[in-house]
C-alpha cells in the first residue's frame, strides 16, 4: 500500500470565481468608495456648482473657484462643502462597489485576465462593471446631484428631496438622466480600470518603481488624469440632466442636452468645471484604488 504524499500548502490569492470571493470584492470596493468620496466630496461641490452655474443659480462660473469657495463658505458655512454626502455614501456602495467589485471577473469571463490581453478587452471590462453600477446607482446620484446644488444655509434633506422628486415625477425621475449617467460610467470605469492596469503593468515590467503602493500610486494617478480627459463631457450632460428642477423639464434627453449647450456655450463648454474634475479624479482614484488593493490584500483577493 502506498503512502499518498501531500506537499505543503501554498497560500495563493484567491480569485473571485466564487460567489463568496465575488461578494467579498464588492465589499472591499464599496468600503473603499465610502472612505475615498467623505474626503473628496468638497470638490464634488465645487465642480457642481460651477456645471450648474446660471441655471437657476448664481454665475459660480465668474466667481471662478477660488471665488465660488468663498461665496459658499460665506453664505452657507462649510458645512455646505459637504452637502449631499449621505446620498453620496448610498451612490459609493451601490454604484462604485458594483463598477470596481466586478471588473476582475468581468475580465477574466471575457479573456482579458492574461498579462498580454489587449486594451480593448480590459476597457470594455471595466465599461460593462461601469454600466451596471451606474444602474444600481443612479437613484442616488440624481439625489446627490440636487443636494449639492441646492443653495442656501439649510442643509438639504435626502428623505424630503426623495419624497418630493417622487411626488412630481414617480420612480422615473429617480432614473433622470440614465442614459448620460450609463454613458458616463462606461467612458469613466473602461478608462479608469484599463489604464491603471495597463499602467501598473508597464510600471511592474520596468522595476523601477517598488512594488505596492508606490506602484498603485503612479498607475491610478495616471489613470485619473486619463479619466478627466475622456469624461468631462459626459459628466457635463449628466449634470445638467439630473440637477433639472423636479417640476420642469429643461432638456428632453443627452441628445437635446448636447444640442443646447454646443449652441449657447460651444465645445468648450464641455469642459467647464475641467479643473475641479481633474482634482477629484486624481485624490479619488488614488486612495480609492489603493484602498481597494489593501483591502482585498488584507482578505486573501486577487488583486487588479
Not at 492574461?114 to 451606474?134: E, H, M, R, T, V
Not at 434627453?253 to 469642459?271: N, R, S
Request: net charge positive; charged share 15%.
Amino acid at each position: 500500500m502506498s503512502i499518498a504524499q501531500t506537499s505543503p500548502s501554498v497560500q495563493r490569492p484567491r480569485v473571485l470565481a466564487t460567489a463568496g470571493g465575488l461578494l467579498e470584492g464588492v465589499a472591499c470596493a464599496g468600503g473603499a468608495a465610502v472612505i475615498t468620496v467623505t474626503f473628496v466630496h468638497p470638490v464634488d461641490v465645487i465642480k457642481t456648482r460651477l456645471q450648474v452655474s446660471g441655471e437657476g443659480t448664481r454665475n459660480y462660473k465668474a466667481l471662478g473657484i477660488g471665488g465660488s469657495v468663498k461665496v459658499i463658505a460665506a453664505e452657507e458655512g462649510v458645512s455646505a462643502f459637504w452637502k449631499g454626502i449621505n446620498a453620496a455614501w448610498l451612490r459609493e456602495s451601490s454604484y462604485t462597489s458594483l463598477r470596481l467589485g466586478l471588473y476582475a471577473p468581468i475580465k477574466d469571463a471575457i479573456g482579458a485576465g492574461a498579462a498580454d490581453a489587449p486594451f480593448w478587452k480590459k476597457f470594455s471590462a471595466g465599461s460593462l462593471a461601469g454600466a451596471l453600477g451606474s444602474l444600481a446607482g443612479n437613484p442616488f446620484d440624481v439625489l446627490k446631484t440636487s443636494m449639492m446644488a441646492a443653495e442656501g444655509a439649510e442643509t438639504p434633506s435626502i428623505v424630503k428631496g426623495a419624497s418630493e422628486l417622487y411626488k412630481s415625477q414617480g420612480i422615473s425621475g429617480f432614473y433622470r438622466g440614465i442614459d448620460a449617467n450609463v454613458a458616463r460610467a462606461m467612458v469613466l470605469n473602461g478608462t479608469k480600470m484599463a489604464c491603471y492596469d495597463e499602467i501598473k503593468g508597464a510600471i511592474t515590467s520596468s522595476g523601477m518603481v517598488p512594488s505596492g503602493i508606490p506602484t498603485q500610486f503612479m498607475s491610478a494617478f495616471g489613470a485619473g488624469f486619463f479619466m478627466a480627459c475622456t469624461v468631462a463631457p459626459f459628466d457635463m450632460v449628466r449634470t445638467r440632466l439630473m440637477n433639472q428642477p423636479p417640476d420642469a423639464k429643461i432638456y428632453s434627453g443627452a441628445i437635446d442636452c448636447v444640442m443646447k449647450i454646443t449652441a449657447a456655450e460651444g465645445p468648450q463648454g464641455f469642459y467647464r468645471g475641467f479643473i475641479p474634475i481633474w482634482m477629484r479624479f486624481a485624490p479619488t482614484t488614488c486612495i480609492q484604488l489603493i484602498i481597494f488593493e489593501q483591502l482585498q490584500t488584507a482578505m486573501g483577493l486577487k488583486g487588479v
